[in-house]
């Protein structure tokens, strides 16, 4: 995070997240991030888009049809 530092940028554990998209890890992996941790997530929004590990679309279809 040093890079961050000299460039005047900060980052925030708690606005982040983690989704497993290749590999194995099981599912509830944290991810060091300087001192505190960031939590994996089944499925995140992404620019407006619901995305989840096995790249289907039935999570953001199902997420916009609730909404209307």
Do not use: C, N
């Not at 620019?47 to 096995?54: F, Q, R, T």
Request: charged share 25%; proline share 3%.
């Amino acid at each position: 995070m040093d890079w961050a530092v000299a460039r005047g940028l900060t980052f925030s554990a708690a606005k982040s997240q983690a989704m497993m998209t290749k590999g194995d890890l099981v599912p509830g992996f944290t991810i060091a991030f300087g001192q505190e941790k960031i939590v994996s997530v089944e499925t995140v929004k992404y620019l407006g888009l619901w995305l989840d590990p096995a790249r289907h679309f039935r999570v953001h279809l199902e997420k916009t049809e609730d909404q209307t």
